[in-house]
């Protein structure tokens, strides 16, 4: 769980903020007076996706409007986050992000959107902890034997991920760095491809957050064997963190954050932000992201969430550049 995320939402005085409206806000009548949209720049049925729908009848009972998922995939999260970004900021558009949103800055030479201009955070959401997953007839069984034979053969092992600049891919890049190995990355179009592909003993070493890996772990066709935090998963009580073996920092995760358009009102950022972090910590949606997503409930203020996002958009920045990261 992230240190620089506070636990405490000042939930009460978030709403308690929101009564006392600006006259922009006042002007637009009582907000929410129609339906709201939630912008996911991935398919249906992805972590991004899983993660918004967790929201939606929570938010449709506490602000008496329908909430529309409108899943706008493609180009590592660009085309989204561009719609999000070029949005009205009235308060009638979000969006949910993950750590692309981070490494797109430094990946890419020239964004549609301005990062820090066009957009602003309003709540992290929850944050899953990316699982070292290898093929059964992997030459190796334990992360130190994975790390002893790719020194032994550096440029043998093939690692797949879940596209180019995705947290899968920068974990591994930096346990490339941390343990002076060298690896060769596999870009597949989506996680389901590449654990197919590991299942099938196509490539020995993938690393994806819990929810993809869990089933096909506990029926022996792929072995677990480390988890990039700092504590282990109630999901995966037998699975070791990195830090357990040897290597504390090798920190990596999947992580879900609700942001907006620029220029939405800050009462209204205010409101939807508390609204979030309730939903989102409530026993019933915290207990499903613990069991069986292998995720932490967050819930942060907006100024939490801006603090995490440019704290991962740096952390991100150095592992591109030093690994010298490049979309295949």
Known sequence: M?????????????????????????????????????????????????????LQVGLQKALGQPIIIDNKPGANSLIGVDNLAKSAADGYTFGVVIPAFSANTTLYTKLPYNPKKDLVGVSLMGVSPLVAAVANNAPFKTTQELIAYAKANPGKVAFGSSGSGSSAHLTTELMKLLTKTDMIHVPYKGAAP?????????????????????????????????????????VLPDVPTFAEQGIPDLL?????????????????VQRMSAEVARIIRS?????RMAQTMGTFAEGSTPEECDRFIAAETAKWGRVIRDAKVTLD
């Not at 070493?205 to 064997?225: E, H, M, S, V």
């Not at 026993?283 to 207990?287: D, T």
Request: hydrophobic share 45%.
């Open 2 to 54: 992230p240190n620089n995320v506070s636990r405490r939402t000042f939930i009460g005085t978030a709403v308690a903020g929101a009564a006392l409206l600006s006259p922009a806000v006042r002007a637009q009548g009582t907000w929410p007076n129609k339906p709201i949209r939630i912008v996911v720049p991935y398919t249906a049925g992805g972590f991004t996706d899983q993660m918004a729908r967790l």
């Open 194 to 234: 590449a654990l197919t592909d590991l299942m099938g003993g196509q490539i020995p070493l993938f690393l994806d957050p819990p929810p993809n890996l869990i089933q096909p772990a506990k029926a022996g066709r792929i072995r677990l064997i480390g988890v990039a935090s700092e504590k282990r998963l109630a």
């Open 252 to 268: 990596g995760s999947t992580w879900a954050a609700m942001i907006a358009p620029a220029g939405v009102p800050r009462e209204i």
């Open 283 to 287: 026993p019933e949606i915290s207990q």
